[in-house]
């Protein structure tokens, strides 16, 4: 199993950015795929997960300016970021849960992909 994230970069506070997250290795259309990030020197924090039924929660920081899909054919899962602030900066992470509901405990997450860095800068 293989998750592959892409889509970081420099943006200016106000820009947006997709992320995108391949999986390899088996189908992963009856998996919950998630988004967390981790900000330099803090823990990595959920952001956003969307179950296999379509099913989606955000943090609270993000409710709103995020939006999470996933394309199952394409055992791939995207996070459309608006209104980026500078407190979004962090390096994300896409993970994968095989069984159960919708977590927003990264330990419940059973693949994880290398990690994409987003960093919101004038």
């Known amino acids: 199993v293989q998750l592959q994230a892409s889509g970081g970069g420099l943006v200016q506070p106000g820009g947006s950015l997709r992320l995108s997250c391949a999986a390899s290795g088996r189908t992963f259309s009856r998996d919950v795929m998630a988004w967390f990030r981790q900000a330099p020197g803090k823990e990595r924090a959920f952001v956003s997960a969307i179950g296999w039924v379509g099913d989606k929660r955000y943090a609270e920081s993000v409710d709103g300016r995020f939006t999470i899909s996933r394309d199952n054919a394409k055992n791939t899962v995207y996070l459309q970021m608006k209104k980026l602030k500078s407190e979004d900066t962090a390096v994300y992470y896409c993970?994968?849960?095989?069984?159960?509901?919708?977590?927003?405990?990264?330990?419940?997450?059973?693949?994880w992909g290398q990690g994409t860095l987003v960093t919101v800068s004038s």
């Open positions: 993970a994968v849960r095989n069984r159960g509901g919708i977590s927003t405990i990264a330990y419940e997450y059973d693949n």
